[in-house]
Nanobody, 128 residues
């Protein structure tokens, strides 16, 4: 129903910036919640940021707040994650995800199991 493809990952020095893109194909709805998660080697997947297609409030993990910005362009069916002041601990595979639940409250945006669709992931490596 919905296919998600991430891009924009790569190798960057600490303090640098990257912009990740998540292109969605298929039908998306304004009620969808779009999220970014990441997973480092040996670690569990963790929440990074989330936003509804319709816009409004944005939600961030404390570890990235003030450094990362999530945004969306509904005309392009694309969600972005602007990452600034990158740190080595940001190194991970970054995944785009979508929840089709129209009733999903912001309290649960960080729960990975509530998301229905996932991309393949894009590697972000931050050198020290």
């Amino acid at each position: 129903q919905v296919q998600l493809v991430e891009s924009g990952g790569g190798l960057v020095q600490a303090g640098g910036s990257l912009r990740l893109s998540c292109a969605a194909s298929g039908r998306t709805f304004s009620s969808y919640v779009m999220g970014w998660f990441r997973q480092a080697p040996g670690k569990e997947r963790e929440f990074v940021a989330a936003i509804r297609w319709s816009g409004g409030s944005r939600y961030y993990a404390e570890s990235v707040k003030g450094r990362f910005t999530i945004s969306r362009d509904n005309t392009k069916n694309t969600v972005y994650l602007e990452m600034n002041s990158l740190k080595p601990e940001d190194t991970a595979v970054y995944y785009c995800a979508a929840s089709a639940s129209a009733s999903l409250a912001s309290t649960y945006y960080s729960d990975a199991y509530r998301y229905d669709y996932w991309g393949q992931g894009t590697q972000v490596t931050v050198s020290s």
